[in-house]
């Protein structure tokens, strides 16, 4: 049975008390951050920016098998950006799609998320129609025309099923609902929100295909949100990257888990601490080069 199964569904639960001292260490060092940031001056800070949001989109692709080229990556930021930073490169539209999306999610990240703007996004990821050779539905809910939506891996014939996802027919009311909560998610620390939310769409796994960037994209929204800055400083999707083993281990065993997310949310917050560390790496890049 996994999680959207659960007749509670969706009324998540974590113990606060086994999480509190995590989430107030996460909370601090991304203080620490965003003023160490602060301190460094509009062209250093937009160049951190810049860097950060290179590796985030250039990471959240190849978790999901798909290499981008960073330079254009990185170009197509700068431009949209207005920065100059000389020798631009056209970038391809798949490339421009995913930057689009994710500039939209971080800049404009007081800007309600509503069902229209998630179509914007899956339309930018998938701007010919297709995911690789297959047709998809782009810009609109999945139908499990082709049979129930589920997460495999394996050879053809001996596929292994990690995740089968909620009906089709289900998925437009379960989108409201997610929709809703995230807007007012009451008093839920800001850090739990962005967890949460990632947890929360991607067991709901509305699209064709595209869930997981879309997914890291709502969560860079969230902490975007907890820090009322737009500016991203630390990448979540290198990190996640970096331990995608322990992502998709942590995500499997909670889906088919009951509605007690506590393990989820201390990964989370465990490789957002880990993101903001590996943050000094850039920092001391961006120093390095102004030297």
């Known amino acids: 049975m996994y999680l959207w199964e659960k007749p509670d569904w969706p009324a998540f639960t974590w113990d606060e008390t086994s999480l509190s001292s995590l989430l107030a260490r996460a909370s601090r060092e991304q203080g620490r951050l965003l003023g160490r940031m602060e301190a460094l001056g509009f062209e250093l800070r937009s160049e951190a920016h810049l860097r950060t949001l290179t590796e985030e989109v250039v990471k959240s692709s190849e978790i999901e098998g798909e290499r981008l080229d960073p330079k254009q990556v990185r170009s197509s930021i700068a431009r949209r950006l207005g920065m100059d930073i000389g020798g631009l490169v056209p970038a391809d539209r798949d490339v421009e799609g995913v930057v689009e999306m994710m500039l939209d999610a971080t800049g404009n990240?007081?800007?309600?998320?509503?069902?229209?703007?998630?179509?914007?996004?899956?339309?930018?990821?998938?701007?010919?129609?297709r995911s690789g050779m297959t047709r998809i539905r782009v810009g609109q809910w999945r139908d499990d025309s082709d049979g129930p939506m589920q997460v495999v891996s394996g050879p053809v014939?001996?596929?292994?099923?990690?995740?089968?996802?909620?009906?089709?027919?289900?998925?437009?009311?379960?989108?409201?609902?997610?929709?809703?909560?995230?807007?007012?998610?009451?008093?839920?620390?800001?850090?739990?929100?962005?967890?949460?939310?990632?947890?929360?769409?991607?067991?709901?796994?509305?699209?064709?295909?595209?869930?997981g960037r879309i997914a890291r994209a709502i969560a860079?929204?969230?902490?975007?949100?907890?820090?009322?800055?737009?500016?991203?400083?630390?990448?979540?999707?290198?990190?996640?990257?970096?331990?995608?083993?322990?992502?998709?281990?942590?995500?499997?065993?909670?889906?088919?888990?009951?509605?007690?997310?506590?393990?989820?949310?201390?990964?989370?917050?465990?490789?957002?601490?880990r993101a903001i560390e590996g943050a000094q790496e850039t920092l001391s890049q961006v120093l390095q080069k102004a030297r």
């Open 109 to 129: 990240y007081a800007l309600p998320l509503t069902e229209e703007r998630l179509f914007a996004w899956h339309a930018s990821l998938f701007p010919t129609g």
């Open 220 to 273: 860079d929204m969230a902490l975007a949100r907890s820090e009322k800055t737009g500016q991203r400083f630390y990448s979540m999707s290198a990190q996640i990257r970096k331990e995608h083993k322990a992502y998709y281990d942590t995500l499997e065993w909670t889906q088919k888990g009951d509605l007690d997310v506590t393990r989820w949310q201390d990964w989370f917050l465990n490789c957002l601490l």
């Open 157 to 211: 014939g001996r596929e292994k099923v990690h995740y089968q996802a909620p009906p089709a027919d289900c998925v437009p009311d379960e989108m409201a609902r997610f929709l809703h909560w995230f807007e007012q998610p009451g008093d839920t620390d800001p850090l739990l929100v962005a967890g949460l939310a990632h947890l929360w769409f991607v067991t709901i796994h509305p699209f064709d295909d595209g869930n």
